[in-house]
Structure formats: structure tokens, C-alpha cells
């Protein structure tokens, strides 16, 4: 029996045991870890079908007249490191993301920084809310997981219970038994009506409207904590700006009734304990920090925050728990391009990138607008993907490096949810002759530098673990597969904020949605089986599924199961209708991840939209229509 862990994009960062029988071996979930309790999702136990598929790369691949050919390791490194000693460092463009997550993770970022290589900016995930409760709060905070146990109501902003965290799903299963309520918020399709005892539509992206309503009536009815008010900077502005609103007016924007906005105003003044959880969906929108902010102030000036049961629950820094184990300098903004817009951004500069190196992210297939992001990496002269399986980024390299996975290579991670750190060890020794993303990166190092920025990884971990928040050797953390960190079980206690003066500071703003344009808003969510684009090509041969409404004014006469194209200002994509009446009319869902390959990705029309703040990618304010389909099927 080994201990290890899941390194995929995930906050759950869920221990495994795994046990080996001859050729065989099972994966199940670590019934010891407080988190997960034993609990692993589809994703998780699919790892043992993923290291093991077919389709997997396990050598190197060099492309050679438009063909990929297996080649040796060393010619591979001599080849990557001629390439990047032939040119200047802003020649290079090094496109990390967060396929795995960890402490020799980061170990791509030191070499090419260290080199001085050009790197790219802009957040695909939740930058945008991070920044929103920095803003607010001057720290990226929330009370420990386990302080759920003591709510007696729950306030679900956006999570998709049904996919999105079994863990979490599991707990809230627990807690409804024993008498805790749940009221989810979302623009629907995500299953939540059999996990809650009410569910409240809203119109997509509008949820500041709704925490802006909630917070007038509360200000109304002088049921604002005044302990915040003295904590707070701005407070006397902000007021004046919420009731410059109309109560009908903010309802009408979020197209949540005034019953409704009422009954969670309730919710917010009364005496019961009072945690929020906040999707990762709500920050996807062109105001979607704004969004953040105002639902986590509404935490705060109710007075629900900081207290055992009242709390946000959005993210935490999966990194916070760890030392850096390299002094590289930050890249200025200026060797810095937008990810999201990666084509017009490299032909934009003076000096042409000649090099990519791609790890950890299928950049071709999960920006928007990806078909010029592959358009970016195809016209790139010399371009490495460090990758398992021929995926849209692969597929347009000139050299693959078949990388180890999760259980074939050691790793410490944290996690965006919990105060866990985990032990990910090595069970498995990696198919074929592919070497860890780590190793592979140490021994460029050699090739490159006089001075190896990249120590051994025994190194790493233990500079990494040399922080206030750990007090167990390298040692135990192997042997228990994960330790509790020392963090404190409530944020900002008694209302004291993570500014250097303790206080808060309260939005200024509360922008409009654009004005209103064709369409709908096209939700790209995510799968309940599948990480983002880790979907095997075998389940990728029928059209891609858009869930809508029968009550969308988009439908026209189009029926459930027809084809139709689904349109956006940037193109078409093919697609089968499946009505879903749980969803607002003003939204419709495809799932993400399908492959540019098989026409499967709505990312191919999606504009490079960004967020008011934190660079994210406003992936669900993209408006798209349908029409009808003459297009066959191979088309």
C-alpha cells in the first residue's frame, strides 16, 4: 500500500491509497485525510485509466516533415538546448499553466526566468475574484473548511454541487439532514434543485445586483453590523451609492424578484449563523470581480464573516504555505503577453518569438479564441510541449516531451480549498522513458547554464516546507501523506482586515452590464468526469451538446435534439440541443473542454474578453445565437 495524491487543477488536492496487486492496482481515497474523508471523484479515480491509455506519449516525438518521429532524450535535450542558446532570451516564450499543481511545479517558472525569457500574463480561472476579496480585504482569506459544520444556513453563490466538489457535496448532504438549509443562487443547469432546499435563478453575471439589493434593504433597516462600519474605509460613499438604487431597479437587473431579494435579506440580518459559498463561475464576466466584491461585502457589512459558522468560501492561495526554493527576479510587464490574446500580442512586438516551451496547459484549446492562439503556436519557428497525449497544443509542436503523471513522479501541493498539504509520492515508475516534468527541466538546466538554477528536488521540498505554517519534517509528511497546516479556523476574527491598518475597504463602483446585445450568454461549465480538456479522443464523437431553455427568445422554431450552428461574433460551431428548463432564458450551456480536432470546442468562438480586474478571461460574457443548421456533420 503507497499514500499519495491528486495534482490535478483542483482544490480538493484529495489524498489516495493505492495498493498493488502484480500487474494490477486500485486507487481509493485516504479515509484519514479531515478534507476528503476518503471521498475521490470521477476525475480522480480515472488517473489509473490515463496513465494506462493508448493514446499516451511515452517517448519523445519530433516532428519531421510534417510527421512526428520517436527520437532519443539526449537528442531531444540537445536539440531543445541548441534552440535556446541560438537565440536572444526575448526570443522565448515560456506558457506555463496549472495542468499539475505543486512545489516542483514551479520549477519551469525559475528556469526560463532565470534565462530571462519572455512569459505570458492573465489569469483563466479566479484571478479575478482573488483580487476582488484583496481588494475588499487586503488578504485572500476564509474560515476553515470544517467551520461549515456550523452553519445553519447556506448561501450557495454559483457552485455547481453536482460537479464541481463531491467533498463539498458530500458535506452539505450531512449538513441538510441534521437541519441546515441551503438557497443556491445561479443561472441554473448545475443540478443543485436535489441538493438545496431552494434555488433562485439569476440572469447570468448579475450577482452584484443582487448582493447590492440585499445590502440596501439592509441599510434600510438599520441592519448593517456597525462594528464593520468602524472597521471599514468608504463606508459613507458606498452607502450613498447603493441608495442612489432602486430597490425594482436591482431586481430588475438581476432578474430576481423583490419576494425573493427580501427573503435573503432575511437570511442576512437574522441571529443564525451564515456561510457563503462563492462559485468559480461568478468572476467569469466582464464585471465579474465586481461581482466578487459585492457578494463578499454583503458577507461582511451583515456581519457574517469572522464568525464559527459565518464565513465566504471562495479560494486560498494554493501556494500559501510554502517557501520559494529559488531567488529569481519577477519578469517586468514588459517581456510579459496576454495569454488570452497571445496571437495579436506576439505579432504586436518588435522582436519575433522564435522559441515556445508549453507545460502544463493545452494553450491551444483553453484560451478563448483559441483557434488564433493555435495560430500563434503554429507560426512560431521552434516550439517544445511537454505534454501526454497528442492534444490540440501537441499536435502543433515540433517536439514533444512526454511528461510523467500524477503517481509516476514525487510532489507536495496544497490545496485552494483547505489547510491541507498533501504528499503526492511515486507509485509508479513512468511508461515508456517519459521523465518528469521536473527532471526534465534539471537536466536542460545542465545543458544551458554554467550555474543550474534547479536543484535536486529533495532540495526543493525542504527550503519549500521552511514556513510558519508547517511545523512536521519532510519526513512525516511522506509517511502520513498529508499534515494540517497551523492556520487560524476563522478570517478576519472580530473584523480585524489583512490591511496594515486592519480595516476594509468598500467598493466605489457598481458598473452596468454593457448595453444589451444580440444573444445569449454562452456558459462554458465544467464536466463532472473530465478536467478541463483531458477528455479521451474516443469520447469525442458526436456533436457537442448546448443546453438551453424552452423559454430562451433564442430557440425560434428550433427543436430538443435538432442540430443547429451556434453562432457568436467570431464564428460557428456545430451543435445538438438539449432543453433544460432549469436554466434562465438569457443563458445556455456547453461543457468545456472539447478538442479544435474533433470541432468539440466553444473556446474556437469565444472573443479574448478580460475582467474588470485581475486579467481574467470573461469567458461567460460572450453572447451567441443559433441558427438553423445545412451544414452535414463532417462539415
Partial sequence: MSISACTLDCPGTCSFIVEKKGEQATIKGNPKHPFSKGLICAKGKALLKRINHPDRITAPL????????????????????????????????HIKGYGFRGVLAKASTVFFRSLG??????????????????????????????????????????????????HITALIKK????????????????????????????????????????IRILIEGGNIEAQVVKNSIGYDEFKN???????????DRCNVSIENIRKLSSIYKSDKNVSSLIGWGVQRYSFGGENVRYITTLCALSGKLGKEGS?????????????????????????????????????????????????????????????????????????????????????????????????????????????CIAWSGKVFEPKGSAMSDFDIIRKLGSLVFENNPIPKAETCFKKAIQTPSITNSLEEIKKQGFIETTWPVL??????FGFADGKMRLPKKLNSNPQKEKGFNLLTLVNKNYIHSQIPAQKQDKLPE??????SPYLAELENHSEAMLCTDIGKLKITIRIDNTIHPDAAIIRRGGWMKFKQNANSIIAPLITDIGVGAAYYSQKAWLEPSSLSISD
Avoid at 475588499?136 to 453563490?157: E, Y
Avoid at 478570517?491 to 480585524?496: C, D, F, G, L
Fill in 175 to 214: 449538513l441538510r439532514k441534521s437541519g441546515t438549509k441551503v438557497i443556491s443562487i445561479s443561472p441554473g443547469g448545475d443540478g443543485n434543485e436535489k441538493l438545496s432546499d431552494e434555488t433562485i435563478l439569476i440572469r447570468p453575471g448579475t450577482d452584484r445586483f443582487l448582493a447590492a439589493a440585499i
Fill in 311 to 419: 464565513g465566504f468560501y471562495y479560494n486560498i492561495s494554493s501556494g500559501r504555505n510554502f517557501a520559494s526554493w529559488a531567488d529569481t527576479p519577477d519578469t517586468p510587464q514588459e517581456r510579459k503577453v496576454l495569454l488570452h490574446d497571445l496571437k495579436n500580442e506576439l505579432e504586436a512586438r518588435d522582436i519575433k518569438v522564435k522559441f515556445m516551451w508549453i507545460d502544463g496547459i493545452n494553450v491551444a484549446n483553453q484560451v478563448p479564441n483559441c483557434t488564433e492562439a493555435a495560430q500563434a503556436v503554429e507560426n512560431c519557428k521552434f516550439v517544445v510541449t511537454v505534454d501526454a497525449f497528442m492534444n490540440d497544443t501537441a499536435a502543433r509542436s515540433n517536439l514533444i516531451l512526454p511528461c510523467a503523471l500524477t503517481m509516476e513522479r514525487d510532489e507536495i501541493l496544497g490545496s485552494a480549498m483547505h489547510n
Fill in 117 to 166: 525569457a519572455l512569459e505570458t500574463y492573465g489569469s483563466l480561472c479566479d484571478e479575478a475574484g482573488c483580487e476582488a476579496i484583496i481588494q475588499n480585504f487586503g488578504s485572500l482569506d476564509q474560515n476553515n473548511i470544517s467551520d461549515l459544520d456550523k452553519a445553519d444556513i447556506i448561501v450557495n453563490w454559483g457552485k455547481d454541487l453536482s460537479r464541481s466538489s463531491i
Fill in 241 to 251: 451609492l447603493i441608495l442612489k438604487y432602486d430597490s425594482i431597479e436591482l431586481a
Fill in 546 to 551: 448546448l443546453y438551453i431553455s424552452s423559454e
Fill in 491 to 496: 478570517a478576519y476574527e472580530n473584523y480585524v
Fill in 62 to 93: 519530433l516532428k519531421r516533415n510534417g510527421k512526428f518521429e520517436p527520437i532519443s532524450w539526449d537528442e531531444a535535450f540537445k536539440i531543445c538546448a541548441a534552440e535556446i542558446k541560438g537565440l536572444d532570451a526575448e526570443e522565448c516564450l
